[in-house]
């Protein structure tokens, strides 16, 4: 009883034909279902933009998709419109057991900042909520997977071992984005902070 999983982001949109597309990111689809049954708590992340979100290249005249730009929270990738609420993209994929989840947490949805985590936003300080349903559920390990590995999922890795859970990622169920080197960043990262990669 003391076991989640948490499977992020496993949307349209960072799947294959997807705005942000991840590639390989519905092969996990299978694997994922699987698991599932296998933990007493599991909960769904679910990236939930409204449409004038500061993170969207579109909303910077002149900016283009993947450069940086400076929030007041510190450095920000621009990505291309995705997960806008409501929409098809924004929707988890149709053969992903969604149903199965206890609780979905929904992220991303203040115009102003960015959440990769499902622990907090960009800013490090504003919580999801995340971690007092699971405190209450009485989950201390937790199993990650989903997408992508060098973004959502890292920092919602990072950011639960920071708060003391004993945290896996389950690379095999995961797909990551690589920009610019990010995903072997984001492994040693973990690594270092002593997430177990299995």
């Known amino acids: 009883m003391t076991e989640a999983l948490i499977v992020i982001d496993v949307q349209n949109d960072f799947c294959p034909s997807g705005a942000l597309a991840v590639a390989g990111g519905d092969e996990i689809v299978p694997e994922i279902n699987a698991m599932l049954a296998d933990y007493s708590v599991r909960v769904l992340t679910q990236d939930w933009h409204p449409a004038d979100h500061a993170s969207f290249a579109a909303n910077h005249p002149g900016a283009s998709p993947f450069s940086m730009v400076e929030m007041p929270y510190g450095p920000q990738v621009l ?3 995705h997960c806008v609420q409501g929409t098809a993209g924004a929707a988890f994929h149709a053969r992903l057991n969604a149903d199965a989840a206890d609780l979905v947490i929904r992220k991303g949805f203040r115009t102003g900042i960015d959440s990769y985590s499902a622990f907090f936003e ?3 300080t504003t919580p999801t909520g995340l971690e007092g349903y699971l405190r209450t559920r009485g989950a201390t390990d937790l199993t990650l997977v989903g997408l992508a590995t060098d973004f959502c999922v890292a920092y919602s890795a990072l950011d639960a071992v920071r708060l003391g859970f004993d945290v ?31």
């Not at 990622?169 to 990669?197: F, H, P, T, W, Y």
Request: glycine residues 8%.
């Open 79 to 81: 990505w291309p419109v």
């Open 122 to 124: 960009n800013d490090h």
């Open 168 to 198: 896996k990622v389950r690379l095999s169920a995961c797909r990551g984005i690589d920009l610019d080197g990010s995903l072997a960043a984001a492994l040693e990262q973990m690594r270092n902070a002593g997430v177990k990669l299995v």
